[in-house]
């Protein structure tokens, strides 16, 4: 068991006086890796979005711990949020379109780092370290051409897990990473969650449909329905527990 990184106090989201989250108290980070699921429209996404600060809490309280350090990241920005180490998958590198695969790696590194994110370019000595890591990722995930564009929906999903894991966050939250990802390439995510997680220590949210892949990866899984976390234990618990059957899985599920 590790120590939590993450402490959720009466945090509620409300589009139009509908509340789409309610989260009274709940800890995530005691395992490496914990998994978040729940049917469609549960608050998922919501939640993470609250956490990252791409969207803002109608009202609550979130700490992070870092380092032995409590820090209240409620009312910081999103990039003050991943300059803390607190990252987020899923957010598509669309606006660089015209930037290589490998080019679209290394600036990813610009964004904590510099104002003018271009400016990385211009950096030498962090081209120069990062430049093995970046082959190295380059390599396992075997992409066809690295001086190309990510092309397929999968490259993208790809370059935005790499993205990722380049700014060697100690919390990562990853919305459905693997989703509509070779079997292959889904298997070579979860290995790399795996290494990151028992060999540097990070910690890791997914959230994911694939119930599969939950209960294979995750250590801890939260189950959330209607805006509120309903149950947590381990997958063998949630996925036999009655509530989880009737309000998700339901009847004839193989999950
Ligand atoms: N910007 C918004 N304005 C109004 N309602 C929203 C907004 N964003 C999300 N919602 C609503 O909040 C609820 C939770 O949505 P959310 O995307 O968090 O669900 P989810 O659990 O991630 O679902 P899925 O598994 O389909 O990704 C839904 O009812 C959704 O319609
Ligand atoms: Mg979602």
């Known amino acids: 068991m590790r120590t939590k990184a993450l402490h959720l106090q009466n945090v509620v989201k409300k589009y139009g006086g509908r ?26 996404t919501t939640l993470i979005n609250l956490i990252s600060h791409k969207v803002g809490m109608t009202q609550g309280q979130i700490l992070y711990y870092k380092d032995e350090k409590e820090i209240d990241i409620s009312n910081k920005s999103f990039d003050e949020i991943s300059r803390l180490g607190l990252v987020r998958s899923n957010q598509i590198i ?11 790696m290394l600036l990813s590194l610009a964004t904590p780092k510099y104002e003018k994110f271009y400016n990385i370019f211009c950096d030498k000595e962090l081209r120069k370290s990062t430049e093995q890591e970046i082959e190295r990722y380059l390599d396992y995930f075997h992409f066809d051409n690295p ?5 397929s929906a999968g490259e993208k999903k790809l370059l935005d897990i790499i993205r990722c894991m380049l700014l060697k966050p100690n919390f990562l939250l990853m919305d459905e990473p693997t989703a509509g990802l070779p079997q292959d ?4 995510v979860v290995e790399l969650m795996r290494r990151k997680t028992t060999e540097e220590g990070m910690s890791i949210l997914i959230v994911e449909h694939d119930l599969d892949l939950i209960w294979k990866v995750s250590e801890n899984v939260f189950f959330m329905a209607e805006g509120e976390i309903l149950i947590q234990g381990v997958p ?20």
Request: negative net charge; aromatic residues 4%; proline residues 3%.
């Open 19 to 44: 509340t789409v989250v309610n989260v009274p108290d709940i800890t995530f980070g005691t395992h490496g890796i914990e998994g978040l699921i729940g049917p469609n429209g549960a608050g998922k």
């Open 94 to 104: 669309q606006d660089f379109e015209s930037l290589s695969i490998r080019e679209s």
């Open 147 to 151: 001086d190309g564009h990510a092309l």
């Open 185 to 188: 390439q889904t298997d070579k």
């Open 236 to 255: 063998d618990e949630v996925r036999k527990n009655q509530t989880v059957i009737n309000k998700y899985m339901g009847e004839g599920s193989n999950a």
